[in-house]
């Protein structure tokens, strides 16, 4: 079967740095999306990785190894407002969004 | 701002009730979803519409029914539902159904069946 691995649960403190890690195995591989999800809010699109390194967006940056079928969303000098839920989807080679269940992360002042 | 809207925000149904869930989306694009989104679980898709057609239906039970009249604007009607189908429905668009164009997302229904 399919399936998307990421922690339920995260905390960290405001302004260090946060690494949210996501773990696939899918049939076939096309791409790897991260979503921020405000409780009562709409998911929003943050990052998308095909190929292997690091993309980087301001604070948060993603990485893909695709041959560890691994992601992680790094999230550098939080903030209160990054409080939120983080899904991880993987496309998959029917192009099918795979999603984890999400990792919701609490900033602690 | 997202370009999807969803209403309304929130729904209390008894399980004798009907009544439909509405999504308008503004960005121009062809293709919108139905995603069922239960506390701790992964996101569900249940109903994908490409040019008005739906495209996929993931074996979800008959009580939901989608209906998609044009491009902008999608339903999904309810009756006769479960208590286990309290959830947050959501729904998004993209530009196709390809499969490699991003999602929008709506901000959701969240639904208590009681």
């Known amino acids: 079967g399919q399936n998307i691995d990421q922690p339920t649960e995260m905390t960290a403190t405001e302004g260090a740095i946060v690494q949210i890690n996501c773990t696939y195995q899918?049939?076939?591989?096309?791409?790897l999306f991260w979503y921020q999800q405000h409780a009562g809010e709409a998911p929003t699109f943050l990052s998308y990785?095909?190929l292997d390194g690091l993309e980087e967006k301001g604070r948060f940056s993603s990485f893909l190894s695709r041959s560890k079928g691994y992601s992680y969303l790094l999230l550098k000098e939080l903030q209160m407002k990054d409080s939120a839920s983080y899904l991880c989807?993987?496309?998959?080679?029917?192009?099918?969004?795979?999603w984890g269940a999400g990792t919701k992360l609490i900033i602690k002042p | 701002e997202t370009g999807v809207t969803q209403t309304p925000r929130h729904l209390v149904m008894g399980m004798t009730n009907k009544k439909s869930l509405k999504c308008e989306q503004h960005?121009?694009?062809?293709?919108m979803y139905w995603y069922k989104q239960s506390a701790k679980k992964p996101l569900e898709l249940m109903f994908v519409?490409?040019?008005?057609?739906?495209?996929e239906n993931n074996s979800v039970p008959s009580r939901f029914s989608p209906e998609c009249p044009n491009s902008s604007h999608l339903f999904l009607h309810l009756h006769t539902l479960q208590p286990e189908d309290s959830a947050l429905y959501l729904c998004?668009?993209?530009?196709?159904?390809?499969?490699?164009?991003?999602?929008?997302f709506g901000p959701g229904t969240r639904l208590l069946v009681l």
């Open positions: 998004a668009s993209s530009q196709g159904a390809t499969g490699i164009e991003t999602q929008y």
């Open positions: 989807a993987v496309r998959d080679s029917n192009y099918q969004l795979i």
């Open positions: 519409y490409n040019f008005k057609e739906q495209t």
């Open positions: 990785n095909v």
């Open positions: 899918t049939s076939g591989f096309n791409g």
């Open positions: 960005l121009g694009h062809n293709a």
